[in-house]
Structure formats: structure tokens, C-alpha cells
């Protein structure tokens, strides 16, 4: 099956610094790439779903401004967590769908662990 | 009321079990579905796809009721390695993404 990356898989910050993870598909081009958080014993949550060369769109509830999400290309995306705090602390994974239709498969990512002190 | 609901379990069942797992599902106009599976701080992993006329992959069945808006996942003959949390996943209707339940945990032992 297709691969996709995410680069840091763990990462550790202060409070009030801004974190940037990256996703990548690694061999095919992704249309759409989406954004989840998953906190511990809770389902994944959908933040935004993210097409390349224009805006993300943003789940209700979801700080547009606090979570900065760039995809720049067919192969990456980038979200930001600007000025972290502590409940932002969380599991974040990405997934990415070759195709638009909601029958195609999305390609997860292996996650990255933030952890805000 | 969630919009994807599983059963968090834990099951816990001794190897060569048969285990069931249901899920029921909010948006009447849910197109596609599946069953995933995701073991321990690790991204979830596509286990299969559920189709109207159920369907069967190896010691996994899944079923579809569209009725009653409800899915199903069995599986036979449970080995250790099947010890993780089952997510159903429903597409969000209209919408080109994915609703997930919280999972059930299932734990297979000696």
C-alpha cells in the first residue's frame, strides 16, 4: 500500500512555543491530505481536511489561527501548532487520499506525540 | 448522541474465540464504511471495508445494516495478534471525510 511519512514522530516543547509537523506521501501524489488529533482513549477527531494550493477547511471548533496548516505540494503538508499549551498535548496523525471520492482509501501516517510541558 | 458508536469493551476472550463487535452509526447518508484497527500509540491500520451485501476476509466477516444503521465485525478462531482496538469508521455523508468511534479494545489470551 501507498506510504505516508510524518516527521517529528515525538516531540517535547515548552509552553508558548510553536511546533511544526510534517506529512508527507511518499509514492503517490495526494489530492487531499487531513489532519486528526486523537487523545488518549478517545477516537480520532478530524481537524481539517487539507487540498493542495488552496485553504484548509476547518472541523467546528478547531482555532484556524492556532492550528496553521500549509500544503504546499502533492506530497506535503504542515501543520502548525502555534503557541503550544499544555491541552494541546495530544496525538496528531495525518492521512492522505490519492484521489478525490470518498470510496478511496486514506494512507495514515504514523503519528506524532506532542508533548507541551 | 455520537455520531459513530462502539461498545469500548475491554473483550476479553482466551485464544480460538469467536468475538463480535457492533457499531451503530448517526448519519443516514453514509455511503461507505469500514473497520480499522490500531494497536497500542500506533496509527490505525485499514482492516477492511464493510459492504452492503457483507463480506468476509480470512477469520474476519463484517456486516452492513442499513436500516438500523449498524456495522458489525466478527472475528473467529482469535489469535494473540489480534489483541488491539477495532475502530468503525463511517464517511461523513456528503462530505469527503471520515467519522471514527472511540473503538473497542480487545484483548486475546492464552
Known amino acids: 500500500g501507498a506510504v505516508v511519512s510524518q516527521h517529528p514522530s515525538r516531540v517535547i516543547c515548552k509552553s508558548g512555543t510553536s511546533v511544526k509537523i510534517e506529512c508527507r506521501s511518499l509514492?503517490?501524489?495526494?489530492?487531499?491530505m487531513f489532519w486528526y488529533r486523537q487523545f488518549p482513549k478517545q477516537s480520532l477527531m478530524l481537524m481539517a481536511t487539507?487540498?493542495?494550493?488552496?485553504?484548509?477547511?476547518?472541523e467546528q471548533g478547531v482555532e484556524k489561527d492556532k492550528f496553521l496548516i500549509n500544503h504546499a505540494s502533492l506530497t506535503l503538508s504542515t501543520l502548525t501548532v502555534t503557541s503550544a499549551h499544555p491541552e494541546d498535548s495530544s496525538f496528531y496523525i495525518c492521512?492522505?487520499?490519492?484521489?478525490?471520492?470518498?470510496?478511496?482509501?486514506?494512507?495514515f501516517g504514523p503519528g506524532t506525540r506532542l508533548t507541551v510541558l | 448522541r455520537k455520531e459513530v458508536e462502539q461498545d469500548p469493551g475491554p473483550f476479553n476472550v482466551p485464544e480460538g474465540a469467536t468475538v463480535a463487535f457492533n457499531c451503530t452509526y448517526s448519519?443516514?447518508?453514509?455511503?461507505?464504511f469500514f473497520w480499522y484497527r490500531q494497536d497500542c500509540r500506533k496509527e490505525p491500520k485499514l482492516l477492511m471495508s464493510?459492504?452492503?451485501s457483507g463480506n468476509e476476509d480470512g477469520r474476519f466477516t463484517a456486516q452492513l445494516n442499513r436500516a438500523s444503521q449498524y456495522i458489525s465485525l466478527l472475528i473467529r478462531d482469535s489469535k494473540l495478534s489480534d489483541s488491539a482496538t477495532y475502530l468503525c469508521?463511517?464517511?461523513?455523508?456528503?462530505?469527503?471525510?471520515?467519522?471514527f468511534g472511540a473503538g473497542t479494545r480487545l484483548a486475546v489470551h492464552p
Open positions: 487539507s487540498n493542495e494550493g488552496s485553504k484548509a477547511t476547518y
Open positions: 469508521v463511517v464517511n461523513g455523508g456528503g462530505y469527503n471525510k471520515l467519522i
Open positions: 492521512s492522505a487520499r490519492e484521489r478525490e471520492g470518498s470510496y478511496n482509501e486514506q494512507f
Open positions: 448519519n443516514s447518508a453514509s455511503q461507505s
Open positions: 464493510v459492504y452492503s
Open positions: 509514492d503517490f501524489q495526494a489530492t487531499t
